[in-house]
């Protein structure tokens, strides 16, 4: 089976939003995902688009004239867990101070082709 991965490491945003765009295009055809991901209406999409095309480009690069196809490539695994957060203070009311999670993520996103 012909597969590659494409990862994207410490992106901002936390990784709930993520997985909401990731479950819109989880095991579909790379052609019907990135349709789906150009016209979503949500801050994560194009940066996961960025991820898929670049998954794309690994398996053609792995793979060159074996693969005949690009479109028969569709999106077998796509996993978001949580990155580290960046931690800030916000001031509040008597002196008291608040913490502010700044979230991060990282994507993982594995593409294969059918024989």
């Given amino acids: 089976m012909m597969q590659a991965v494409a990862k994207a490491k410490y992106l901002r945003g936390s990784a709930r939003k993520m997985r909401q765009v990731m479950n819109l295009v ?7 995902a990135l349709n789906i991901l150009r016209f979503t209406h949500k801050k994560n999409a194009p940066i996961l688009e960025k991820v898929v095309r670049c ?7 792995i793979y060159g004239d074996k693969l005949k196809d690009p479109n028969s490539l569709s999106i077998i695994e796509a996993r978001c867990d949580e990155g580290p957060m960046i931690k800030r203070i916000r001031p509040r009311a008597m002196g008291r101070a608040f913490r502010i999670r700044k979230r991060t993520c990282h994507i993982e996103i594995i593409v294969a082709a059918e024989e």
């Fill in 26 to 32: 989880r095991g579909r055809k790379v052609e019907e």
């Fill in 55 to 61: 998954a794309v480009a690994n398996v053609q690069n």
